[in-house]
């Protein structure tokens, strides 16, 4: 069946950076495109990235552009989110997303 885990979240002071992973399985990742989404407390859940399916083209929510980097592995089934020079206002679990599919979340917290 149609898997996708993400991993890599946790604690982070203000500035650092994560990376984030989304390992997909269960159909041929190649085939879609891929977003990343976020939600935090007490809000909706919000678009952050997407990326074509061969990664090609990419396109940002304004507030994470030039800190935030989409990318995939094809061959690994695998897309990525670095995040670099966090802020507190990143806090939120995060979430991959392909065709119909979500997957369980990350939860990442930035705070001192």
């Known amino acids: 069946q149609v898997q996708l885990v993400e991993s890599g979240g946790g604690l982070v002071q203000p500035g650092g950076s994560l990376r984030l992973s989304c390992a997909a399985s269960?159909?041929?990742?190649?085939?879609?495109?891929m977003s990343w989404h976020r939600q935090a407390p007490g809000k909706e859940r919000e678009w952050v990235a997407t990326i074509t399916t061969s990664g090609d083209f990419t396109n940002y929510r304004l507030s994470v552009q030039g800190r935030f980097t989409i990318s995939r592995d094809n061959a690994k089934q695998t897309a990525y989110l670095q995040m670099n020079s966090l802020k507190p206002e990143d806090t939120a679990v995060y979430y991959c997303?392909?065709?119909?599919?979500w997957g369980q979340g990350t939860q990442v917290t930035v705070s001192s």
């Open positions: 997303h392909i065709d119909t599919y």
């Open positions: 269960g159909f041929t990742f190649s085939r879609y495109a």
